[in-house]
Nanobody, 122 residues
């Protein structure tokens, strides 16, 4: 069982930065693939980024490549999403997820956090 708690969301102006954190419970954190997804009002949940258990592999949605960075600290059971050059279209609820398969689909992740709101004003 893995429990996930996100933090770090908020309101930021376009061009600004935010860092999201996701604290995970469980002794198998370093074996788990971690991901970030987001869902804007009226839209489907979409993949943002994923990182392998060791942190050696990462994957990003095209819409965030070059602006967002996913990282993890296995000693702290925490995964991060550094978001730079934010745009109004990045506004969404951001969800942390944990799973066992390194794929960019929500079906690959079995554990989800409660979400944290990110709002980017123009």
């Amino acid at each position: 069982q893995v429990q996930l708690v996100e933090s770090g969301g908020g309101l930021v102006q376009a061009g600004g930065s935010l860092r999201l954190s996701c604290a995970a419970s469980g002794r198998t954190f370093r074996s788990v693939v971690m991901g970030w997804f987001r869902q804007a009002p009226g839209k489907e949940r979409e993949f943002v980024a994923a990182i392998s258990g060791s942190g050696g592999s990462t994957n990003y949605a095209d819409s965030v490549k070059g602006r967002f960075t996913i990282s993890r600290d296995n000693a702290k059971n925490t995964v991060y999403l550094q978001m730079n050059s934010l745009k109004p279209e990045d506004t969404a609820v951001y969800y942390c997820a944990a799973g066992w398969i390194f794929r960019a689909t929500s079906q690959a992740f079995g554990y989800w956090g409660q979400g944290t709101q990110v709002t980017v004003s123009s």
